[in-house]
């Protein structure tokens, strides 16, 4: 699965250039939608962060590989999270810059940077 930003980075250049525009209030209230979809992304990439950590597997060769195998796909799945939650925060920010609501704007963007720092950090 392909998550990259690069839907986001098209229509913030869009919003830039002037070809994406929407009314003050309208951008608000889209970018709050984006902002709750970021918001259930960082919780569940919480919860399946606690899912790398599984234990109770036995000592068995094949039960290790099974946990091993689990922890895998939950670092897995942790980084789509992550960057479909980047995704939105900058989405959010072209909604934003589309309403000429350029503080926010940058305020969002300074979210998803942050958003993808927690990634690193993890």
Known sequence: MDI???????LWQAAVAGKFRLEAGAAREC?????????????????????????GFGGFDSAQQLQA???RKATQGAE?????QEAALRIKASILRAGGLLEDADAANAEAVRAAGQEIAS
């Open 31 to 55: 970018a709050a939608h984006f902002d709750w979809f970021a918001g259930m992304m960082g919780e569940r990439r919480r919860e399946v962060r606690d899912l790398e950590r599984l234990e």
């Open 4 to 10: 990259s930003n690069g839907a986001a980075a098209e």
């Open 69 to 71: 195998g689990f922890a």
């Open 80 to 84: 789509v999270l992550a960057a479909t």
